[in-house]
């Protein structure tokens, strides 16, 4: 049973504000006292672009280390996505509700409490020797691209042997991962004028939140949305969809008007755009990759933001291994271009995926912990894009794991967590560092 002490941090941790917007100090703050109650001095990182909001937690060494080495680094992302329509969830998204075996709340899985389980599996390995240090590094603007992980990287005061990143994955390793890349594309007619808009009348296109990484999961409320207006007879002066840039939008929101700048070329355009960035995605080499589940390269257009004569749109791609994001990015902005409209483009990801060979070391000795606490040791690959990718194409390898499931969890209202996983996790990252470290 999970303890009344973890339990006690844990409403805390859900219930601080750490939208990837707002920073993640709230939770900094939080885990400092806790990573001393574990023997691991923290030490804040601000972040370089945002100080004032973000920063790295970085806390360690751990255990009694006797002989220096390149240390373990167990890596955990502090932010969370917007939590998207608040009638969509049966509790509240800030406070951690529990009900038997699940908790729920926005971050339970993704992945707040898995910062937890590591900071109380190295309670238990204060004073236990070892012949390599352990640090926890727990990281901002995951959520909006990797930042805190890659500024992590640029300046590393010490480069891992290993490194272990937190993601909601139901106690498997995952040793695979895709790619990210991310887009916002601007459009707006030349010569058109601003004109004052009359109250009109509204409308609503539902759809069902996903994972971006998962789009099959989901219904997208912008896609049904434009379907409906680029045909529609009365001017559409306003267009807003999406709560997060990596989440399939549940809803999508429109205003007709007698008066106002019409928005339906635009519309017809970024409907059109946004068929050529899935026809970009699809025309990559290698087609498929069945360690995936989806075998294939996915994109959606996940935000739209449309008034005063312009649209803007977020459309993202989730890419095999072995894809390049710069190779789409290239390619897209080769047929982004449209006579009589001024089209920008701006990059907003740019994450290569991640593959470590199964007869790795990593792989080997983590699935050999797995298998001896009674779980499944073989190594799966990850449909979504996770800070593991920054470590291990800097070279680190690198493992992903954590507990609670992630496909229709993640990223969807009334996010839930395995109390039992969560108990488990911390058994097993002890266990993990007693054999990576030992």
């Known amino acids: 049973m999970l303890d009344a002490e973890f339990l006690e941090a844990a409403r805390a941790l859900i219930g601080a504000d750490t939208l990837t917007e707002h920073g993640n100090l709230r939770a900094v703050a939080l885990l400092e006292p806790i990573c001393r109650a574990a023997g691991l001095e923290p030490i804040r990182i601000p972040a370089p672009d945002s100080p004032g909001r973000d920063a790295n937690l970085l806390a360690g060494p751990g255990g009694g280390v006797e002989v220096e080495g390149d240390p373990l680094l167990l890596v955990t992302h502090?932010?969370?996505?917007?939590?998207?329509?608040?009638?969509?969830?049966?509790?509240?998204?800030?406070?951690?509700?529990?009900?038997?075996?699940?908790a729920f709340g926005l971050g339970v899985a993704d992945v707040k409490l898995d910062a937890l389980c590591k900071l109380w599996a190295a309670r238990r390995l204060i004073g236990v020797r070892l012949s390599r240090p352990f640090y926890f590094l727990g990281t901002y603007g995951e959520e909006a691209g990797l930042r805190g992980a890659k500024a992590f990287v640029a300046e590393a005061?010490?480069?891992?042997?290993?490194?272990?990143?937190?993601?909601p994955c139901a106690l498997r390793l995952h040793?695979?991962?895709?790619?990210?890349?991310?887009?916002?594309?601007?459009?707006?007619?030349?010569?058109?004028?601003?004109?004052?808009?009359?109250?009109?009348?509204?409308?609503?296109?539902?759809?069902?939140?996903?994972?971006?990484?998962?789009?099959?999961?989901?219904?997208?409320?912008?896609?049904?949305?434009?379907?409906?207006?680029?045909?529609?007879?009365?001017r559409v002066v306003?267009?807003?969809?999406?709560?997060?840039?990596?989440?399939?939008?549940?809803?999508?929101?429109?205003?007709?008007?007698?008066?106002?700048?019409?928005?339906?070329?635009?519309?017809?355009?970024?409907r059109e755009l946004r068929d050529r960035w899935k026809r970009a995605i699809e025309s990559l080499e290698?087609?498929?990759d069945e360690r995936f589940d989806p075998a294939t390269a996915v994109g959606s257009l996940t935000q739209i933001f449309g008034d005063d004569g312009s649209v803007a749109m977020v459309m993202d791609?989730?890419?095999?291994?072995?894809?390049?994001?710069?190779?789409?990015?290239?390619?897209?902005d080769r047929v982004a271009r449209v006579p009589g409209i001024d089209v920008s483009v701006e990059v907003l990801r740019d994450a290569g995926g991640m593959s470590l060979a199964e007869d790795s070391e990593l792989v080997r000795r983590a699935g050999a912990v797995l298998e001896r606490l009674g779980l499944d040791g073989r190594p799966v690959a990850k449909p979504t894009s996770t800070e593991g990718g920054v470590f291990h194409r800097a070279g680190v390898p690198t493992l992903v794991f954590g507990p609670s499931p992630s496909t229709a969890n993640a990223h969807t209202p009334n996010e839930r967590a395995s109390l039992r996983e969560v108990e488990r996790a911390i058994d097993v990252y002890e266990a993990l560092v007693r054999e990576l470290c030992g």
């Open 175 to 234: 040793h695979a991962h895709k790619g990210y890349a991310m887009v916002r594309v601007t459009l707006r007619g030349r010569g058109q004028q601003r004109s004052g808009q009359a109250p009109g009348q509204a409308l609503v296109f539902e759809g069902k939140a996903a994972h971006s990484s998962t789009p099959q999961l989901g219904v997208n409320a912008i896609d049904r949305a434009l379907d409906a207006l680029v045909s529609q007879p009365s």
């Open 78 to 102: 502090l932010d969370t996505v917007e939590p998207g329509p608040r009638e969509a969830w049966r509790t509240d998204p800030f406070s951690l509700t529990v009900e038997g075996e699940q």
């Open 317 to 332: 791609a989730r890419l095999l291994p072995a894809h390049e994001p710069r190779e789409l990015l290239d390619r897209f």
């Open 157 to 167: 005061p010490f480069r891992p042997a290993f490194a272990l990143c937190g993601e």
């Open 286 to 288: 290698p087609a498929r």
């Open 238 to 270: 306003t267009v807003h969809g999406g709560s997060s840039p990596n989440t399939i939008p549940a809803r999508c929101e429109a205003t007709l008007s007698d008066t106002g700048t019409d928005l339906r070329p635009l519309l017809s355009l970024a």
